[in-house]
C-alpha cells in the first residue's frame, strides 16, 4: 500500500488544507485521476494520482497538514479484507486520532481517610449520607441566620450569634468529619464540558486553528470529543449556528468567603461599619474646569454590547492572503532595502501609443506597463546580479529573465510571472500580461506561474500614485514601482516644457545590489523608455 503524502506544489509551500475530495473513500481509481482539490500559499491546485489502487483517505477536508504528511493512501484492491472490524471503542479512539485529540482517560478521585464529605460536589451527601443542599453561587449573599465569616453563625438581624455550647462528649477530629461542621460546596467555574479546572479549554490543535481562523472564542462551544475536548466538527456546527464573533461568558470568581480556609467556629465581636456613600468604579472624582479652557465634547452614545469604537468582527485570513504577510513580514525583517527614484520622459510613448491607438483600431494595444516590462527585461540581461537573488549567504544568478507583474486578485496581491520577457516581442509581452491578469483574478493560475519570477514590477500609476516603494519580493533581489504619467514643466535646452513625466522607484536588497547597481540599472531603464523605438526591434 503506497500512502500519497500533502504534495509540495510550489517552492514556497509550506502546509497545504484539503478543501474537497474528488474520489470517494474506497473507490477504484487510476493513474492520473485527479484526486483531490489542495489550498496552497499560492493558489487552489488538484493532485493527481500516481498509481493504480483502491483509496484510503486518511485527511478529512479542511484539515490542514505540513508538506509530507500523509493525507491518503492507495493499495491493491482486496487490501484490509482479512483486518476485521473495529470496535466501537477502538473506532472512537481512531477518529479523536484524526482529529488531533489524545485519549486521556477520566480522572478517578481517590478517598482520604478521615475527610469524610471534604470532596462533596452539588450532588453529594452530607456527612450522614443525607442529600446536601445545593451550594448558592458566588454572587448570592448568605440568607440570615446562616455561616458568617470563619463559620461564625449570623443572627437574623444581622449581628453575631451566641457561640453553641461545645459539647465535652464530641471528640477533636477534622472539620466535615463525623460529628464536625459539613463542608460548605465550592462551585465549579463556568466554562462548560470543555473546561479544565486551570480555565484552559481542551481543544484539538486543528479545533484552535479553524476556531483562531473562522473568529469563533472556544468558550463557546461545546465538545463532543473525548472527555468533552472540542474537535474539528465541534468547530464546524458552531460556524453553522452563526457563533462566530460571540464571546464567551466571564467566569464567576469565588467570593472570599467561600475562597477561606476552613477554621474552628469562633466568636466574633460585633464590628461596627461606618455608613459611606455608594461608590461607581466608572464615576470619575469631581473636577474643576480651568478657566479659559471649554468643556470636553460628550462622547457619542455607545451601543448595547459595544465599544466606543462600535460593534467588532474578526476575520480569518485565507492561506494566500496569509503567505502575503508572512512572505512582506519576512521581507521587512530580513532584507536591508534602500530605495532609488529617476524621473523618466514618456513623451515618446505617449505620441507612439496614440499612433498605434488610431492604426490597430478595436484591436489591443500594448499598454505603458507593457514598455516598462520590455524595458525592464532588457536591462535585466545586463545587470544579471538585479535578476538573481540572495541565498543563504550565496548569489543566485539566473539564466532567464521572468518578468513578475503585481495584480491585485480578490482580497490579495498575486505575482504571476511572463517567461522570458527579454526575448519576446511588445505585443506578446502585452498579449501574456492580460492572460495573466486574467487567470489571477480568476484563480487559475500554475504554480510555476506564480513561483517562477526572477524579478517584479508593481504598477499603481492608474490609481494617480505619482510615486511609492514597493517591498522587494524575497528572495529576488529588487522590484520596481511604476508612477503616474502626467504633464510637468521641465526645462529642456534652457526652455520650459510641458512633457509628460513618470516616476520609477526602484527598491532593493542591499544584500546582493549596492546603490551604483541599482543607480545604473535604473538609467539603463530610462534610456530604453525614452527611445521607445529599441523596444520595437
Keep these: 500500500m503506497a500512502d500519497v503524502a500533502m504534495p509540495r506544489l510550489s517552492d514556497s509551500m509550506e502546509e497545504g488544507t484539503i478543501i474537497k475530495w474528488l474520489k470517494a473513500d474506497g473507490d477504484e481509481i487510476k493513474r492520473g485521476d485527479e484526486l483531490v482539490e489542495i489550498e496552497t500559499d499560492k493558489a487552489n491546485m488538484t ?14 477536508e479542511g484539515d490542514t497538514l505540513p508538506v509530507g504528511d500523509p493525507i491518503a493512501s492507495i493499495g491493491a484492491a482486496g487490501d484490509g479484507d482479512d483486518q476485521g472490524q473495529a470496535t466501537p471503542d477502538t473506532a472512537s479512539v481512531a477518529d479523536a486520532a484524526d482529529e488531533g485529540d489524545s485519549v486521556q482517560p477520566e480522572p478517578i478521585a481517590m478517598p482520604v481517610a478521615g475527610a469524610g464529605a471534604a470532596t462533596t460536589t452539588a450532588a453529594s451527601g452530607g456527612a450522614n449520607g443525607s442529600p446536601s443542599a445545593p451550594a448558592a453561587p458566588p454572587s448570592v449573599a448568605a440568607p440570615s441566620g446562616t455561616a458568617g465569616p470563619y463559620g461564625a453563625p449570623v443572627a437574623a438581624n444581622g449581628a453575631p450569634a451566641a457561640p453553641a455550647p461545645e459539647s465535652p462528649a464530641a471528640p477533636a477530629g477534622p472539620a466535615n468529619g463525623d460529628g464536625g461542621t459539613p463542608a460548605t460546596t465550592t462551585p465549579a467555574p463556568a466554562g462548560g464540558a470543555s473546561g479544565q479546572g486551570d480555565g484552559r479549554v481542551k481543544a484539538s490543535p486543528i479545533a484552535r486553528r479553524m476556531a483562531r481562523d473562522i473568529g469563533i472564542e472556544l468558550g ?3 465538545g463532543t470529543g473525548p472527555g468533552g475536548r472540542i474537535v474539528k466538527a465541534d468547530i464546524q456546527a458552531a460556524e453553522q449556528q452563526g457563533l462566530v464573533g460571540v464571546s464567551a461568558p466571564a467566569t464567576p470568581q469565588p467570593t472570599a468567603a467561600s475562597a477561606a480556609p476552613s477554621t474552628p467556629a469562633q466568636p466574633a465581636a460585633p464590628v461596627e461599619t461606618p455608613a459611606v456613600e455608594p461608590h461607581f468604579a466608572d464615576a470619575a472624582p469631581p473636577t474643576q474646569q480651568p478657566v479659559g479652557i471649554p468643556p470636553a465634547p460628550a462622547m457619542a452614545e455607545v451601543p448595547e454590547g459595544g465599544t466606543a469604537k462600535g460593534t467588532s468582527t474578526r476575520q480569518g485570513l485565507s492561506r494566500m492572503q496569509q503567505t502575503v504577510a508572512r ?51 532588457l536591462a535585466l540581461r545586463d545587470f544579471p546580479r538585479v535578476n538573481g537573488s540572495y541565498r543563504d549567504g550565496e548569489f543566485e544568478l539566473y539564466s532567464r529573465v521572468n518578468v513578475g507583474i503585481a495584480v491585485a486578485g480578490e482580497d490579495t496581491l498575486l505575482v504571476p510571472t511572463i517567461f522570458d520577457a527579454d526575448r519576446k516581442t511588445l505585443g506578446a509581452i502585452s498579449q501574456d500580461a492580460r492572460a495573466l491578469a486574467k487567470r489571477a483574478r480568476a484563480g487559475a493560475l500554475t504554480p510555476p506561474e506564480l513561483s517562477g519570477g526572477t524579478f517584479s514590477i508593481s504598477n499603481l500609476g492608474m490609481y494617480g500614485i505619482k510615486r511609492f516603494n514597493a517591498v522587494v519580493n524575497p528572495p529576488q533581489a529588487a522590484i520596481l514601482a511604476v508612477g503616474a504619467i502626467e504633464p510637468r514643466t521641465v526645462v529642456r535646452n534652457g526652455k520650459v516644457k510641458i512633457r509628460s513625466m513618470m516616476d520609477l522607484t526602484i527598491s532593493c536588497d542591499h544584500r546582493i545590489l549596492n546603490g551604483a547597481d541599482g543607480a545604473e540599472f535604473l538609467v539603463r531603464v530610462r534610456e530604453r523608455l525614452e527611445q521607445p523605438l529599441t523596444l520595437l526591434l
Excluded: H
Design 47 to 60: 493532485y493527481e494520482a500516481d498509481t493504480d489502487g483502491v483509496l484510503s483517505i486518511v485527511a478529512q
Design 220 to 222: 463557546v462551544v461545546t
Design 327 to 377: 512572505r512582506m513580514a519576512e521581507s521587512k525583517a530580513t532584507a536591508p532595502d534602500f530605495q532609488l527614484t529617476v524621473e523618466v520622459d514618456m513623451q515618446k510613448i505617449v505620441k507612439l501609443s496614440d499612433k498605434l491607438r488610431k492604426d490597430a483600431g478595436d484591436q489591443p494595444i500594448p499598454s505603458f506597463n507593457d514598455f516598462v516590462i520590455k524595458a525592464a527585461a
